[in-house]
């Protein structure tokens, strides 16, 4: 007879450890994506390993993956440093969500970790996705320069099609993740 342990799957982004007691740290990593100036470019950040396993056996150049670094001080880090990431595996817990726009979860819900919504530059061409960045979010060492690859920032809401009050005009989001 098998028996199924809970887990749920979550990457915490900005850290390169997972939160609490009921938690194992899967990897730690880079965070990556595509270039923020590529149309077309995949949208989603990606948590690269530490220990990557690489091939030769392609010829193409027509998709790149690039490290996502801090831009700007907003964030308590200097612009060009590298964004640290690591995924985690809830053990108690089966269910995982990330709710934009609160900084704790609903009744039944545990929180694993809370911090800042971004996103990318409204400018670029590359679309990107919604990610919490961690409060207490650290930097890596080991970028070899400051290539403005997968690029975040602070999400303002905007007052119009989304409802304000309760949200208001040119106020930052935040979020939280939360496991149950």
């Not at 915490?12 to 965070?31: H, I, M, Q």
């Not at 440093?81 to 900084?103: F, Q, T, Y």
């Not at 530059?121 to 970028?143: H, K, M, P, R, V």
């Not at 099609?161 to 149950?180: E, Q």
């Amino acid at each position: 007879m098998l028996f199924w342990k809970a887990g749920a799957i979550y990457v915490r982004w900005g850290r390169t450890d997972c939160p609490g007691s009921n938690t194992e740290l899967v990897y730690s990593g880079f965070a990556g994506g595509s270039y923020c100036h590529h149309a077309g470019a995949a949208a989603e950040f990606v948590c690269l390993p530490r220990d990557p396993d690489l091939t030769t056996k392609f010829s193409s150049s027509m998709a790149f993956m690039y490290g996502s670094e801090y831009y700007q001080d907003e964030f308590g880090h200097g612009g060009g440093n590298d964004l640290p990431c690591s995924v985690c595996r809830s053990i108690a817990e089966s269910s995982v969500l990330m709710i934009p726009g609160k900084s704790s979860c609903y009744d039944g819900w545990s929180m694993q970790y809370h911090g800042d919504l971004v996103a990318g530059y409204i400018g670029n061409e590359a679309a990107t996705q919604y990610i919490c960045l961690d409060e207490y979010s650290e930097t890596l060492s080991g970028g070899q320069s400051a290539d403005n690859g997968k690029l975040f920032f602070p999400v303002k809401a905007v007052c119009g099609s989304l409802a304000c009050p309760p949200y208001h005009n040119d106020r930052y989001l935040t979020c939280v993740v939360c496991t149950k």
